[in-house]
DNA sequence: CGTCGACTGAAAATTTCTTTTCATGACAGT
DNA sequence: ACTGTCATGAAAAGAAATTTTCAGTCGACG
């Protein structure tokens, strides 16, 4: 018996002509909105269908389903299918690196917290955060730990470019009150932390906002206790075939305020920018004589 | 009590702060592959999230449903809504995004990065690198550019965990004549250079050559100039829709790298890793009296 | 008109799912 | 160390769902 790699649906229609005058009822109820219609108890889909639930049993049989139970799990599969999206389907580009390389183990990983990330977060409180950081009145300041750190450099090197009043608070703690006590009403405090959690993360948080300034948080699906005092969070998915966690989804996070931000107020940032080139050139003009 | 029109998902984001190990343990497992991971029975979600039925029961209950079939209803509809609607059949992770979004821009132009550098990569150039860095009498050499740096610095970070004589140049080129006076013949330079190629990365390059190093370069596409003295060169894709680049596939191939060395040397691994435990241990001692 | 065979659903039997109860163990505060 | 509170799952009880049994109905055909 095999049912396996044709959908319910195929089954169902290359049985029709078996079906008698009750089962064809059913089927056609099922196939209307399939295959959501097939998603309650059987109770309910014969109901639906108006037929008993005996017809739906001798049906499903009938079609090469075990029973009940077995049918519904072939149409579960299928909506998953149907739902789960794109990025799922990887299978091409791993023709290079056989199944078990920790390239493609990695890369369904990533392609997981992707999704994942991105199902969870809400637009709004991205383009809320992009909106925030585009007001050039606020002042931001970066902070990240011992392995976000780099995360933290990375966004604030980029938003130096976009735009003035940006500060990267040192990964040494004890250099943190210089910075608050820097800090005015309205500047955003932009915080990574991930597991692992750092004390002093919350101590911080707390600290700048007894000065008045919006708390954003960048932490995993765990969430950080700094989370709690932050105006918005960004919970992203960080697990990895490793015993380490994957920054890769938050830097994508990253990159892409980066880009809102730098979209918002783009007539200002080229002016920037093509100052920014200047400078570069006359460096280089310094350097090249000597 | 008011359930309608919010998302399952969004009720249970809004209340994962009052739920319990166990229920956040389930509400991870529902979350994952949501909504059809909870189609199933209760005792089918209970088993995959790893916790009992009552659980599950008492979960529902808290998020304001009657019951496991009413939680079950609601989800059902979701579904429903999810899977007639065209658009979101297509993309079903960019339902909370407007197609137009830059999140989902960024998604697809990430995806296809990946898929493409993946493409392109050579399996064996990969394991060969990592052979490469495992080896622990060699030393390695990390340096980045002005955006670059910061994968360099994530890098070293991790791998300066994993083994020892790991070092971090200053993004300072000025610095580096002194770093290359400590190369030994074997040793390791690994460089990002992405484009804007910075002219004093050849420069070091052939100095660290002339040392007898080897090199590693992560460049792009079209490739640093310092990646043809590297013996290995990973180009990866970073186009963005954006004025900048993409760093994530980068990082993700550094992360995949990190995860085959620390895998190659596992047991040294974990002995640094303990120790490095202690220290911190140590270390948070000596602050809390403070 | 009668008989046969097949279809159908009511109802019973069975299985599975859902909810409740309760004992255990972890943990915070005294 | 003690005590109370809470979270948790094992197990029992209760409720549905699923399957089976079986009798009634209908149409085909002699």
Redesign the pocket.
Known sequence: MTVASKTVSDVIHSHLGVL????K?LAESLLDNYPVSGLG????IAENA?????????M??KLGF?????F?AHLHLEVEATISNPIAKHDRWAQNAPGTHILNRFADAIMGNLRQTLTDLDTATFDSVAALLSDRKRGLYFVGGRITGALAEYFFTHMQVIRPATTLLSSNSSSWPQYVLNMNAGDILIIFDIRRYEQEMVSLATAARKRGAEIVVFTDQWGSPAAKLARYAFRVRIEAPSAWDSSVVTLFIVEALIEAVQNSTWDETKERMKTLEGLFEQTRLFRKPG
Chains 1, 2 share one sequence.
């Open positions: 008698t005058r009750a089962e009822q108890s059987i109770t309910t108006g037929v008993s639930t005996p017809t739906v049993v001798r499903v049989q075990k029973g009940y139970p077995d519904q």
